[in-house]
């Protein structure tokens, strides 16, 4: 006999003792509800997380009429969000926290590049002006309509 299971005698009843593989059996399914519902708290900061990232994708490709119909959007997922966020939100907040900021260099990097851009035809419409000798400019507007 085992020394880890009592002996049974003629005539007893085995005791009702709950075996290792049906506790484990239910700490399980405890701890797969916990899981899932620690899964669905979590949501809304992985939903945070994949806005970020297409407005990153976004901002990458220059596309900047969906990306200002987005920020609606943002500011619903972030207002539905709880004020003071579960512990295990925090890598999923950092990672959207650092994808905005990815997004954010974006905008100011296509935004110089317009910048620049609006100089280069500024510049260019001097130096037709200038080539265009005494011409006077002519209104940009039809003063009959």
Do not use: C, F, K
């Amino acid at each position: 006999m085992s020394a880890s299971r009592p002996s049974v005698r003629a005539g007893q009843r085995p005791s009702r003792e709950v075996s290792p593989t049906s506790q484990s059996s239910a700490g399980e399914a405890s701890l797969a509800s916990r899981a899932s519902a620690g899964e669905a708290s979590l949501e809304p900061y992985a939903a945070l997380g994949r806005h970020a990232e297409l407005e990153l994708e976004l901002a990458g490709r220059g596309e900047i009429a969906p990306l200002a119909e987005l920020g609606e959007r943002w500011r619903e997922l972030t207002a539905a969000l709880p004020a003071h966020p579960p512990p295990d939100a925090a890598p999923l907040i950092e990672r959207a926290r650092l994808i905005n900021v990815r997004a954010r260099v974006e905008l100011v990097r296509l935004r110089e590049l317009l910048l620049g851009e609006l100089a280069t035809t500024r510049q260019a419409r001097r130096t037709a002006r200038g080539y265009s000798g005494q011409l006077a400019p002519r209104p940009r507007v039809d003063r009959s309509a």
